[in-house]
């Protein structure tokens, strides 16, 4: 795909206003894998209308399921009753590893032939844990280029019940997701889910723990690495819910949050708050502990600028494993925080949509900050005084990652004008996001 034109903003100086924030990327596809695994109907509302939800919507067209847009981010799902009614399919999953995850292990318990891809990018992205998990009860998967990527081929194969699944934890959570919400569609008898060795990005499992539960499944977890899926009473799995609304995306708060402690505020972001079920709503306690003031509410955040007698944030040193997407944004932040950052157990920004310990390092340097990147940690330190911030006339990178094209947005507060270059890869999960900037900040 070609890149949009780059963009300059700045240099800014004040950050204030209201965000209404767009759907939960995390909810978004997995209620509407979990609608389409139902029985009857699902109406969705403001369900996140980007890039990552498109690609599952049309693999969900395409499998033969329902799925209507109707105005104002409302989609209604006829759900399949857990069999989709298309048993041959080439899926492409852009580069939604919400989507890729979880529909392969849906698929590989339809006993059909499908065949799913992605951009390059999602060829370099691991799949093998779930693969090897899905294996595990008879699944037949092959690779078509490299051993443990995608592209994969699903072929039919009877499904045999095992008592006992493992599946590895540290590399993403989405291969647990994936089998927490597939296995349940053959679970004849309990099948009981071990995580082998840690489990990264906890809270992710929690949003998929408590959708099933919307959805009928309630999972039993006897310890941190144990789950227990009840056997089915009958072959209708999931029922809807009949109604679900998608709580605003945390991780897209906190660029917004960001802005309203760097931008003396306040900036308030309504649609997700202190009972939100997305682990990412922890980034205002991060954003806290280097001294922004926040107050929240059940379904808004609101950050007014900094209580610290300097004026200006304090670096921390974070353990980011339960929150790597919103982490991004603290690497940012640091450019306007006395004192170094550390954000420590990172690993897995290496295998998302770039390799973005190595990105966000190049970058952050190019503004003349001092940066060290290491197997699973960054840290970070500002330029010295305003003078020492440099202005790269070729523009910041974005590796064609979203979060790399909003966190670095925030870069803009330095004392120069700031080039981003191709801007609309926003759209994998927040196609207005420079819209919405632009109205916040002067
Ligand atoms: O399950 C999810 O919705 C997600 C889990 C996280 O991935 P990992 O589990 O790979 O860290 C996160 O980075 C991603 O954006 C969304
Ligand atoms: C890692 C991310 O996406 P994905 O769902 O493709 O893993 C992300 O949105 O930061």
Known sequence: MT?????????????????????????????????????????LKNLLDADDTQVMRNALRKLGVSVTDQPNQVCVIEGC?????????????????????????????????????????????????????LRQVGAKITYELQEGYPPIQIGAAPIKITDIVKVRGDVSSQFLTALLMALPLVATESIRIEVIGELISRPYIDITLKLMARFGVKVICPDAQSFIIPPKISDQVYSSPGELLVEGDASSASYFLALGAIGAGPVKVLGVGSNSIQGDVAFADALAKMGANITATDESIEVSGVSNSSGKLKGITLDCTEIPD?????????LFAEGQTRLNNIASWRVKET?????????????????????????????????????P??????????????????????PNALKINDPNCVAKTFPAYFAEFAKIVS
């Open 3 to 43: 890149a949009s034109p780059s963009i300059t903003i700045g240099p800014l100086a004040r950050a204030q206003g209201a965000v209404v924030l767009p759907g939960s990327k995390s909810i978004s596809n997995r209620v509407l894998l979990l609608a389409a695994l139902s029985n009857g109907k699902t109406t």
């Open 81 to 133: 009753g857990g069999h989709f009614p298309v048993r041959d399919a080439d899926l492409f999953m852009g580069n939604a590893g919400t989507a890729i995850r979880p529909l392969t292990a849906a698929l590989a318990m339809q006993g059909g032939d499908y065949r799913l891809s992605g951009v390059p990018r999602m060829h370099e992205r691991p799949i093998q844990d779930l693969v090897d998990g």
């Open 326 to 334: 919103a982490a991004m944004t603290l690497a940012v932040a640091a």
């Open 355 to 391: 390799d973005r310990i190595a990105a966000m390092a190049t970058e952050l340097r190019k503004l003349g900050a001092a940066v060290e990147e290491g197997a699973d940690y960054i840290t970070v330190e500002a330029p010295a005084k305003l003078a020492d911030w440099k202005s």
């Open 393 to 414: 006339a070729s523009g910041i990178d974005t590796y064609d990652d979203h979060r790399m094209a909003m966190c670095f947005s925030l870069a803009a507060f330095g």
